[in-house]
Nanobody, 119 residues
Framework: QVQLVESGGGSVQTGGSLRLSCTAN?????????HGWYRQAPGKQRELAAI???????TYADSVKGRFTISRNNAENTVYLQMNSLKPEDTAVYYC????????????WGQGTQVTVSS
């Protein structure tokens, strides 16, 4: 069982930056995997913010494109989300998600980290 621990959340003003980290207690890099960051604002459904496939190609929600960057470090079993030019509408709990396909499909979620952006 892989456990994911997020960190890096906090409170910033509009225009500020934060870097979220998601560290696993086991390997999260297999021949086929998906790493993603989702977020859930109060009263709203959880939505995808950024995702990266095995190939390394990232995909971003339109609302964060150009401001957020997802990256990963295989050696540290860590996935990052660099968030720049933050807006109040980015306020949410951010969750790390990992899907591994080897030897079978397994999906893991972190506990979430709060990001609050004030105007």
């Amino acid at each position: 069982q892989v456990q994911l621990v997020e960190s890096g959340g906090g409170s910033v003003q509009t225009g500020g930056s934060l870097r979220l980290s998601c560290t696993a207690n086991g390997t999260i890099f297999s021949p086929n995997n998906i790493h993603g960051w989702y977020r859930q604002a109060p009263g709203k459904q959880r939505e995808l913010a950024a995702i990266m496939y095995t190939s390394g190609t990232p995909t971003y929600a339109d609302s964060v494109k150009g401001r957020f960057t997802i990256s990963r470090n295989n050696a540290e079993n860590t996935v990052y989300l660099q968030m720049n030019s933050l807006k109040p509408e980015d306020t949410a709990v951010y969750y790390c998600n990992v899907v591994l396909f080897d030897p079978w499909r397994r999906e893991f979620w972190g506990q979430g980290t709060q990001v609050t952006v004030s105007s």
